[in-house]
Structure formats: structure tokens, C-alpha cells
């Protein structure tokens, strides 16, 4: 558990049940399936889905209380596929739920469609949200708009437009892993030869500055890792460092995918966060938005 005089942040804001496409489920959770249903011949794939949900909601909950966090925020993928209902129904599968004074809020990640800032939420469905932050430079989809230059000067241009209309949008609550999605694009795409240090400080610059501005959050993430030589994401912490200097609110997120996912990093960025004396003032309450 976090110490509680050594924590800066005790949520993890960017969470994903079997809801999302990329949700993941152990072979543990398919044989309580079986134990629980073996007498039933057919089990149907939206009933298959909410009961991997209800499974996946109350073990996020108990690693929550294990790790001492206090907020949740499940923010399950808003693509061009996907049926608004699956919200109502996360928001009424917690309410059934003891949560051990754990706060569970019920977001969404949005796609952002183009460099307009038009993201796939409707404003009917994000007024319903607790939150909703955008899935910043999602480039790999094929309805997502994407920079059409091999030039890393122009990437950059682009990427950053992009983020900085989607905080004008008045639908948008904060903005997910800002350029953390645009670097592995990059490289995995055009240029296998560039990380996160490449990035002109100007750029990161501008992104606390527009945060300030609009006063859309940002999320940070950190692992020790990323300082190898060979980690795409090498040189981030100057992006944390830019973030101190500035005053815009700042958010943590896993984006976890399965529940053992849950603040896998939130040690690490809590330490670098007080390397650079980042205050919890800076931190973002979706609850007092």
C-alpha cells in the first residue's frame, strides 16, 4: 500500500473493462465462467461480455483497496462501433457493488476523429460521463484522420494541432497520453529511429501552455524503463520537468487493460513527480469539474 505521506496521486483515471475491444481476460476468469454456467448450453456473446465486465469491476475494485487508491475511473474505448448502452449498464453494474470506499467514476476515451478536434462521442452521451478524455493520435485506426508526411517536422505540427483543438472542444474533460501514442506511431510507421527525446521542447511547451489555457488536463505516465538507450519513450521525464515549470493540471492513467494492470506505474510516476516537486494541487479531480 502507498504510504500515504509519500503519495502525490492515489488514482489511476484511464482504465478499461472487457467492454473495450482490448480489454483482456484470464483463463481464471473463463473457468469461474464455466463452474458458474456449465449447465447452460448457449451463453451469448453481450451476456458472455457483462458478466467478464462484473468479474474484471470487482477486481479492479479489490487491487484498488490492496494498493490504496481512492478513485477509479474506467474510461472503456468510444469508437464508431460502439453502443452507448455499455455505460449505463458499468454505471449500474457499481452501484450494486460494495466498492470499500473506493470512488468509481464512469468515462470514456473518445477517438479523435481529426486535427478539428471532432472526437466519436456524442455531446447527448459525454453529458451523461463523469468524464472524457480523448485518445490522443489514434493514427493506427482507419477512420481517424492521420498526418500524410514522412517529415518529422510536419508529424509534429500535425500531432500538435491536433491536440490543441481537441482541448478547445467543449466536449473534451482531459487529454490521454498526449504524445506518447504519436511517437510509437511514428516509429513503428515512418521512422524506427526516433524517441521521445526527439521531440523539440517547444512542442511540449506548447502543450502545457494550451493545457493551462483551455484548462483540459493532461495525462502523464513513467516507468524506468523508458530510460533505456533503446525505449522509444526515452528522454519523457523532460516532458514531466516542462510540465513542473508550467501550472496546468496533470492526471495519472495505466490505461490498463486488465485488472493486474491497475497503477502498474503509479509508484514510479509518484516518485518522479516529487523529484520535480509537483504539487497535489496540480492534480485533476474529474469529481470537481
Known amino acids: 500500500m502507498f504510504k500515504e505521506r509519500s503519495v502525490v496521486i492515489n ?12 480489454g483482456k481476460v484470464s483463463l481464471g476468469y473463463l473457468k469461474t465462467i464455466y463452474e458458474t454456467y456449465v449447465d447452460e448450453k448457449y451463453i451469448s456473446v ?3 461480455r457483462k458478466i467478464l465486465v462484473d468479474i474484471a469491476l470487482r477486481e479492479y475494485l479489490s487491487n484498488a483497496r490492496r494498493l490504496g487508491l481512492k478513485t477509479l475511473g474506467f474510461t472503456d474505448h468510444y469508437n464508431i462501433y460502439t453502443n452507448p448502452a455499455i455505460f449505463d449498464i458499468l454505471r449500474e453494474k457499481v452501484e450494486e457493488m460494495n466498492t470499500g470506499g473506493v470512488t468509481v ?5 473518445a477517438d479523435v476523429i481529426d486535427k478539428n478536434g471532432r472526437i466519436t462521442v456524442s455531446k447527448e452521451v459525454a453529458e451523461k460521463l463523469d468524464y472524457v478524455i480523448t485518445g490522443q493520435h489514434h493514427y493506427h485506426l482507419k477512420y481517424v484522420e492521420r498526418p500524410l ?6 508529424y509534429l505540427d500535425y500531432c500538435l494541432e491536433d491536440i490543441v483543438n481537441s482541448m478547445k472542444n467543449p466536449m473534451v474533460s482531459g487529454i490521454g497520453h498526449p504524445w506518447l501514442r504519436a511517437i510509437r506511431y511514428y516509429t513503428k510507421y515512418i521512422d524506427p529511429n526516433v524517441s521521445f527525446r526527439d521531440i523539440p521542447l517547444e512542442y511540449l511547451y ?14 502523464i505516465d513513467y516507468s524506468p524503463l523508458w530510460e533505456k538507450e533503446d525505449s522509444i519513450y526515452k528522454g519523457y521525464t523532460k516532458f514531466i520537468e516542462i510540465i513542473s515549470e508550467q501550472d496546468c493540471l496533470i492526471f495519472y492513467g495505466s490505461d490498463a487493460h486488465r485488472p493486474e494492470d491497475l497503477a502498474r ?8 513527480l516529487k523529484r520535480f516537486k509537483i504539487n497535489r494541487e496540480r492534480i485533476w479531480n474529474p469529481k470537481n469539474r
Open 11 to 22: 488514482h489511476d483515471l484511464h482504465l478499461h473493462t472487457p467492454f473495450s475491444n482490448c
Open 46 to 48: 453481450s451476456k458472455l
Open 105 to 109: 467514476l464512469v468515462a470514456t476515451e
Open 149 to 154: 508526411t514522412t517529415s518529422f517536422e510536419e
Open 206 to 219: 506548447k502543450t502545457c501552455e494550451y493545457s493551462e489555457k483551455y484548462g483540459k488536463p493532461i495525462q
Open 265 to 272: 506505474t503509479l509508484q514510479y510516476v509518484n516518485d518522479v
